[in-house]
């Protein structure tokens, strides 16, 4: 016996369809479950932004120096360990790999985190 889809206020269905007007729907999974969502014009606008700035030489070589402004946990990370986490990261942006960047930056929170005595090993 099959059960029909329940039915949605219309209200609803103009407010989905709008948000989907302002941005792109797309599919994650969370916790092993597939869901759809919105993500914003701005949001891909700042996305592709960030990419084109890291594939300029200029842009690259301030990218240490920034990362704690971004990143305040990255103040306990040395000079030639912000070098590492900027070049990591660029490669995963400019790869456009969501999951590559969210490791990078997870990996790299947590050695900051040991550094500054936050967290043990």
């Given at each position: 016996m099959?059960?029909?889809?329940?039915?949605?206020?219309?209200?609803?269905?103009?407010?989905?369809?709008?948000?989907?007007?302002?941005?792109?729907?797309?599919?994650?999974?969370?916790?092993?479950?597939?869901?759809?969502?919105i993500?914003?014009?701005?949001?891909?606008?700042?996305?592709?932004?960030?990419?084109?700035?890291?594939?300029?030489?200029?842009?690259?070589?301030?990218?240490?120096?920034?990362l704690?402004?971004?990143?305040?946990?990255?103040?306990?990370?040395?000079?030639?360990?912000?070098?590492?986490?900027?070049?990591?990261?660029?490669?995963?942006?400019?790869?456009?790999?969501?999951?590559?960047?969210?490791?990078?930056?997870?990996?790299?929170?947590?050695?900051?985190?040991?550094?500054?005595?936050?967290?043990?090993?």
């Open positions: 099959s059960q029909s889809a329940p039915e949605l206020p219309a209200d609803t269905l103009v407010s989905a369809i709008d948000n989907a007007r302002r941005g792109v729907v797309t599919r994650i999974t969370i916790k092993g479950e597939c869901a759809g969502v993500v914003s014009e701005s949001t891909l606008a700042m996305s592709q932004l960030l990419t084109a700035l890291l594939g300029n030489e200029v842009a690259v070589g301030v990218l240490p120096a920034v704690p402004t971004a990143f305040p946990w990255a103040r306990s990370l040395p000079e030639e360990h912000l070098t590492a986490f900027a070049g990591e990261l660029r490669e995963a942006v400019i790869a456009e790999s969501p999951k590559r960047v969210e490791t990078v930056l997870f990996d790299w929170q947590e050695v900051a985190e040991v550094r500054a005595g936050e967290r043990s090993t």
